[in-house]
Structures are given as C-alpha cells and as structure tokens.
C-alpha cells in the first residue's frame, strides 16, 4: 500500500485573522493560483508552515478548484464566529467618501460597473467577495481578483486594454485591486442590473434588503466540490447560521440596499453621488 503524501499544517491570514489549514504539499503548488480568490488574503505573501494544530483539514488530492472552495467554507466560518459576513459583492473605495458595496448576482454588472467607478477615481478594495463588519459596518478586507468577461467589456468599454489574450475572463486585480490596511466605513450599498433599460436609484424595502444580504453572505458555502462528496453549508451549524441572520438583519438596518438600472457609467454616477450623499449625513 502506497503512504499517503506528507501533511503539514499552513497558516492562511485573512484580514488579520488566522486559519490554520492541514494540507499535502500540493497546496502550496497551486497556493499563487487560489490566493486571489480567497477574501482577506495577500497573494503577495507566502504560505507558511506552522506547528500547530489544524482548524481545518484538507483531503488528499483535492484539485486547486476544490481546495479554494473548501478553504473559502471554512474561512466564512472563521469570520461569521468574529462578526464578519463574507458577501459576494465588489467593494470600492475613494478618499474622503468611504467605501460603497456593489451587490447581485453572476452577470448582473457589478464589475462592469466597478470598472466605471475606476475610471471615476475609485479603486477596488475586493473583487468578488467582501469581508463586510455588521456591527461597526466596516469593509475589512476582500478578494484580490478582479476578473472581467472580455466579451461584455468590450461592448461597454471599448477603450480598455485586456491584455494577455487567450482567455474569456481577465483578471484586473493585480493592477486595479488595493489591500485594505485598516476598516473602511462603509457608506452606500447598491443591488445593480446593467443593460439598456434605466431606472432611477430606488431604497428597497427592508425585508427584501434583509433577504438580498442573507443570500450574498451565504455565497462561499453554495458550492459544489467536483471530486468529493463534502457539503460546504454543513460547516456552517445551526448556532453559525443563526448568527449568521443576526448579523444581517443588524448590517440590514444600519445599511439601507437601493437599486440601480442603466449602463455602467449611469449606475457609477448615481452610486457616486448617492455615497457623496450618504457620507455628508454620517
């Protein structure tokens, strides 16, 4: 019988939080292709073995998909015990005028509006997934990546530059993604849907925002691992998801969800105006 390949335990820091993951050393292999996609995590920063005992264990052979997956799972968990949702969602920031949430779900436009916000003087705090503080309502941190489709880009950006070819998404984070070295207050949340239709910026309705952030701070566990039968939402007990509505209900309350219809640069304009707004009334 074959001996199954040296463990050894990886502190994976997360926004100044520590993980301890117990992996074969193909997690250091593809460690550089995951980390951007891992909310809270410096991709500039290398791997480190510790001695010490594991908070998560990853099996055997996991490809690098499911291993980001996995590790993805258990970090929600770590961060929900701290009061922090990880919420799929582009997170932006300017001087002076605090951090603005961009929320929906896949092909609805939030990068799409995010790179108007860029060319606006905004930059990316988190790509896909941001680390969001329910209590002080705070952005502490978010994936690096910031992959863009070429395809919808181009229609709406023709002007930008997405080189490397070869590949139908391209990620923008190394150059448009900046760490956040201290808590961004957040000021402005917005469910975006770009297209040709325009509407004008609207508050929804309480329970509606309450089930918009309970949905986005649930996407890390709706998964699928293609080569293991683990189910991510079972690392989140009962107790955790019951914290879990707590803490969405109180960020529900203390950060009004409106929406926004247009093109990239109207829904950039009026997100912008509506953070302006919103942090001369803090």
């Known amino acids: 019988m074959t001996a199954p390949p040296y463990r050894r335990v990886f502190a994976v820091a997360s926004a100044g939080r520590t993980l301890r993951v117990a992996a074969d050393g193909g997690l250091t292999d593809f460690w550089p292709h995951i980390a951007p996609h891992l909310p809270g995590v410096r991709p500039d920063l290398p791997l480190e073995p510790v001695d010490e005992q594991a908070d998560a264990v990853l099996p055997y052979g996991l490809s690098p998909g499911d291993g980001r997956r996995l590790i993805n799972a258990y970090l929600h968990v770590m961060h929900l015990g701290h009061g922090t949702l990880c919420s799929h969602a582009v997170a932006l920031h300017r001087d002076g005028c605090g951090a603005v949430l961009l929320l929906g779900g896949h092909g609805t436009g939030k990068t799409l509006t995010a790179i108007a916000m860029v060319a606006r003087g905004w930059r990316v705090l988190a790509g896909d997934v941001a680390l969001l503080d329910a209590e002080q309502v705070t952005v502490l941190g978010g994936t690096a990546a910031f992959l863009v489709r070429r395809g919808s880009a181009r229609r709406w950006f023709p002007e930008l530059d997405l080189t490397p070819l070869g590949s139908e998404k391209v990620d923008l984070g190394p150059q448009w993604t900046s760490p956040v070295e201290q808590p961004v207050p957040?000021?402005?949340?917005?469910?975006?849907?770009?297209?040709?239709?325009?509407?004008?910026?609207?508050?929804?309705?309480?329970?509606t925002a309450q089930t918009l952030w309970l949905r986005a701070s649930g996407h890390l566990l709706d998964r699928i691992l293609d080569g293991t039968e683990i189910v991510l939402r079972s690392l989140e007990n009962v107790t955790a998801t019951r914290r879990r509505l707590s803490l969405v209900r109180t960020l529900a309350a203390r950060m009004p969800v409106y929406t926004a219809l247009g093109s990239p640069a109207e829904i950039a304009k009026r997100v912008e105006h509506l953070a302006i707004r919103r942090e001369g009334t803090a």
């Open 186 to 207: 957040m000021v402005a949340a917005v469910s975006v849907q770009v297209g040709e239709a325009v509407g004008a910026l609207e508050e929804i309705d309480a329970h």
